[in-house]
């Protein structure tokens, strides 16, 4: 499923656009991994509402914003996409 803000008419960092998320995964907010490029406008929204985090490290604001108090609460931290299936995999192994 891909949803956008403007399919659902609602941006981020608006809690609405993440409780939308949480509703099309049909599932608890805990059991969503959200992955994000930026602590402000993704990461901290999403965390707001009890999803799982990722954040991708990439763009200038992936290494400009800083907020160790959510920064710490990401399940993952990546370089790059290619990484998330194998960390899920073992993270679900070891869980």
Same mark, same amino acid.
């Given at each position: ?21 949480? #509703?099309? %995964?049909?599932?608890? $907010? ?5 992955? /994000? ?7 901290? *929204? #999403?965390? %707001?509402?009890?999803? $799982? ?5 990439? /763009? ?7 907020? *160790? #108090? ?8 990546l370089d790059s996409l290619t990484e998330l299936p194998d960390l899920v995999r073992k993270h679900n192994e070891a869980n």
């Amino acid at each position: 499923m891909i949803g956008t803000s403007d399919g659902w008419g609602v941006e981020k960092p608006s809690a609405e656009f993440f409780e939308r998320v949480v #509703a099309e %995964a049909g599932c608890p $907010a805990r059991e969503v991994l959200y992955v /994000g490029d930026r602590l402000d406008n993704d990461i901290r *929204p #999403a965390q %707001a509402v009890g999803l $799982a985090t990722a954040l991708i490290r990439r /763009g200038p604001w992936g290494h400009i914003l800083e907020d *160790p #108090a959510v920064d710490d609460r990401c399940l993952f931290h990546l370089d790059s996409l290619t990484e998330l299936p194998d960390l899920v995999r073992k993270h679900n192994e070891a869980n």
